[in-house]
């Protein structure tokens, strides 16, 4: 591609340049969000369904609920209804013998009364014990879908928090994707921030040079110390530097093996990856198990050491220098 054309490429917002790397993984993260914005969509079509279902069950609880009252006010109007008769029986036996007629009216009346509420809470009781079964069962019923559904919505919540986090790490991942992070570079004297900053570009363009890179000043965003100024500390601060893009910041990374061969102020410099903090906790797990293999290591000439990108680092082998 000539340099025209890389030019013109690179002066569009809407083309993105992807490594291989990074092309692989953006064309398996794009189907995944696919998915699941597919599957909390299902999981909402079923909420709304089991609410359906819900009101329906409720509506039919008040429909038995109804036809009950209706049966019982029924029974009421009977049992008054024939109380009335039973009183016109006993006018009618008004001209018989007084005793008699007390003796028969008290006897029928008692027997009418106990047969009238043997039956009233005889049917009562069936009915009780049948509105209690429906309640019973329609409760079991709500409470297994009331369960199902939150069970729904408790993993829709973990899937939502699990999309978050990766995009909330993947976009940070991006933000630094060109950053470097140089430390043991001295501090920079200077009458305030702007002019410390200055000499600090000067120094990391003089390092760059020493590793013959070709970046230039303006592959350069910014320079920043990270932590606050102290003068009177003896360890300096790291060095952040945000490269233009990443290829800028490849050219160093491929290019410190020339270290060994650069002026002896910047040999001790120590060049890193400005990584997230789920990548730096990966990273540290990863030196403490390398250092542990080398001190099990029984043969001596084997030392194990961290190599490779963020993310994707690994342990490895190497045999010792003499």
Request: aromatic share 6%.
């Amino acid at each position: 591609m000539t340099e025209e054309a890389y030019k013109v490429l690179h002066e569009l917002d809407t083309c993105h340049w992807y490594c291989l790397e990074c092309n692989n993984k953006m064309g398996k993260f794009i189907p995944n969000i696919v998915r699941l914005s597919d599957r909390v969509a299902e999981i909402d079509s079923k909420i709304v369904k089991l609410e359906s279902d819900l009101s329906t069950c409720n509506a039919n609880v008040v429909k038995v609920k109804e036809k009950v009252d209706e049966k019982t006010s029924a029974i009421d109007k009977r049992i008054i209804q024939l109380e009335k008769e039973v009183n016109k029986i006993n006018g009618k036996f008004g001209d018989l013998d007084a005793t008699f007629h007390r003796t028969v009216e008290y006897k029928l009346s008692t027997e009418i009364e106990k047969n009238a509420e043997k039956q009233k809470a005889s049917f009562r009781d069936i009915m009780k014990q049948q509105m209690e079964e429906e309640v019973k069962k329609n409760l079991l019923e709500h409470e297994s879908k009331f369960s199902e559904v939150s069970d729904n919505l408790a993993l829709v919540k973990d899937i939502i928090t699990e999309t978050k986090s990766t995009a909330i790490e993947e976009k940070d991942k991006e933000e630094r994707r060109n950053n470097i992070i140089i430390y043991r570079v001295p501090e920079s004297s200077g009458d305030g921030p702007g002019d410390r900053m200055q000499k600090d570009i000067r120094v990391c363009l003089s390092f760059f040079n020493q590793l013959q890179t070709g970046v230039s000043d303006e592959d350069i965003v910014k320079v920043i110390r990270l932590g606050k100024y102290d003068p009177s500390a003896t360890d300096p601060r790291p060095l952040l530097v945000k490269m233009s893009d990443r290829h800028s910041k490849n050219l160093v990374m491929e290019n410190l093996y020339k270290l060994k061969s650069a002026s002896a102020e910047v040999q001790n410099y120590i060049v890193a990856h400005d990584m997230t903090k789920k990548e730096r906790d990966e990273c540290k797990q990863l030196v403490t198990e390398a250092k542990h293999k080398t001190l099990q290591e029984t043969s001596g000439d084997w030392r194990y050491v961290v190599r490779g990108n963020p993310g994707m680092m690994k342990i490895v082998r190497l045999r010792k220098r003499n």
